[in-house]
T-cell receptor, first 114, second 115 residues
């Protein structure tokens, strides 16, 4: 266990649905991240939050909407997704922005868009 | 733009063998390099982190080396065991202020250790 939890672990949704992914870290970290892992592609950073503020958006489509209400929680709100958005979505955290320590990853949410 | 390549994409070896996984990156200006392990359908577990000023790191049967000037890293696994079967990912942290938190990943090497 890395101290980063994600729910749900699996999600199937239609293209017209709205759903949210949740990430929680119990490590006292101040930076949190969303990554996307698609089949046959390297893991890609989507968003970075430092002290609850978004500091990086890696050209992610607006149908993905992140929210960070506090340093321990991170959400990814999903709406009007496409089948190509099916992937494993991983959340990570690290102690502080700009530090050189490891990022700790959650187990991921396996998303299938039908 | 930093790109990370891992070779081979898949590797299958008998139990007990020593093996080497390779990672190369195009821009040598990095803060650090990290090796991860990913089991099927699961998240990433950090194995080793090498800072740009270091040449290698060791943890148990694992040894990771870094040659920043040539843009290469290797992960050496000694006396492999079936429990080592997983996908191994290499990631670099770019050495630029903007995007310094961004890890750039390779596609991974899927390792199978046969009993």
């Amino acid at each position: 266990e890395t101290g980063v939890t994600q729910t749900p672990r699996h999600l199937v949704m239609g293209m017209t649905n709205k759903k949210s992914l949740k990430c929680e870290q119990h490590l006292g970290h101040n930076a949190m991240y969303w990554y996307k892992q698609s089949a046959k592609k390297p893991l890609e950073l989507m968003f970075v939050y430092n002290f609850k503020e978004q500091t990086e958006n890696n050209s992610v489509p607006s149908r993905f909407s992140p929210e960070c209400p506090n340093s321990s929680h991170l959400f990814l709100h999903l709406h009007t997704l496409q089948p190509e958005d099916s992937a494993l979505y991983l959340c990570a955290s690290s102690p502080n922005p700009g530090d050189f320590y490891e990022q700790y990853f959650g187990p991921g949410t396996r998303l299938t868009v039908t | 733009k930093q790109e990370v390549t891992q070779i081979p994409a898949a590797l299958s070896v008998p139990e007990g063998e020593n093996l080497v996984l390779n990672c190369s990156f195009t821009d040598s200006a990095i803060y650090n390099l990290q090796w991860f392990r990913q089991d099927p359908g699961k998240g990433l577990t950090s194995l080793l982190l090498i800072q740009s000023s270091q040449r290698e790191q060791t943890s148990g049967r694992l040894n990771a080396s870094l040659d920043k000037s040539s843009g290469r890293s290797t992960l050496y696994i000694a006396a492999s065991q079936p429990g080592d079967s997983a996908t191994y990912l290499c990631a670099v942290r770019p050495g630029i202020i903007q995007g310094a938190q961004k890890l750039v990943f390779g596609q991974g090497t899927r390792l199978t250790i046969n009993p």
